[in-house]
């Protein structure tokens, strides 16, 4: 069993940055890929960012391609987002999950999620 908890989240301005974390325990961090989704009021989760177990690969969605990085540190059993030059609609809780394929956009494949962050950005 996998727990991950996300921070990280705040309020800001368009344009600016805010990086995200999910730090995890309970199991083998090192073996999952990992993923970043995000969900806004009314909408479905949405894919964000995958990264592959041992970092050599990742795939972000067309939305954030350019302006959010994945990354992940095993020693920590922590992945990152970093967002970049923040937009409106990019507003939503944010959510880490581990799961065994990658890569993965399908959110019902990850095996475990984080409780999520929220992120508002201003115009």
């Known amino acids: 069993q996998v727990q991950l908890v996300e921070s990280g989240g705040g309020l800001m301005q368009t344009g600016g940055s805010l990086r995200l974390s999910c730090a995890a325990s309970?199991?083998?961090?090192?073996?999952?890929?990992m993923g970043w989704f995000r969900q806004a009021p009314g909408k479905e989760r949405e894919f964000v960012a995958t990264?592959?177990?041992?970092?050599?690969?990742?795939y972000h969605a067309d939305s954030v391609k350019g302006r959010f990085t994945i990354s992940r540190d095993n020693a920590k059993n922590t992945v990152y987002l970093q967002m970049n030059s923040l937009k409106p609609e990019d507003t939503a809780v944010y959510y880490c999950a581990a799961g065994t394929t990658y890569p993965e956009e399908r959110p019902f494949v990850y095996n475990y999620w984080g409780q999520g962050t929220q992120v508002t950005v201003s115009s």
């Open positions: 309970g199991g083998t961090f090192s073996s999952y890929a």
């Open positions: 990264i592959s177990w041992d970092s050599v690969n990742t």
